[in-house]
């Protein structure tokens, strides 16, 4: 059964950090991109954060961006999107995801994904 399961998700203060981990099984995902998708109560799910198969590209929106990092580490079939500063806006649900297509480079929308854990909760207070 191939399957992601995230974790890390939690409590925070505004300005605060966590770091969520994505393991991967059932198969290894050395040759596909993965990525980061959110979810806040009552709006769509929204891209985050993606990084190729060499783990030496990486993409993230603009909101994100100088405060979030995404890596991987293959030995582990783990992706990890580390958190920094924090802010309420940053409330959902995480989920991890992993591309349908082998060796491309980041993307972004929905669709490329196929593969998708059930998502970790990340909650920010003011």
């Known amino acids: 059964q191939v399957q992601l399961v995230e974790s890390g998700g939690g409590l925070v203060q505004a300005g605060g950090s966590l770091r969520l981990s994505c393991v991967g099984s059932?198969?290894?995902?050395?040759?596909?991109?993965m990525a980061w998708f959110r979810q806040a109560l009552g709006k769509e799910r929204e891209f985050v954060a993606a990084i190729d198969w060499t783990g030496g590209r990486t993409y993230s929106t603009d909101s994100v961006k100088g405060r979030f990092t995404i890596s991987r580490d293959k030995s582990k079939n783990t992706v990890y999107l580390q958190m920094n500063s924090l802010k309420p806006e940053d409330t959902a649900v995480y989920y991890c995801?992993?591309?349908?297509?082998?060796?491309?480079?980041?993307?972004?929308?929905?669709?490329?994904?196929?593969?998708w854990g059930q998502g970790t909760q990340v909650t920010v207070s003011s």
């Open positions: 995801a992993a591309d349908r297509a082998i060796y491309r480079q980041p993307v972004i929308t929905l669709s490329d994904y196929n593969i």
């Open positions: 059932g198969r290894t995902f050395s040759n596909y991109g």
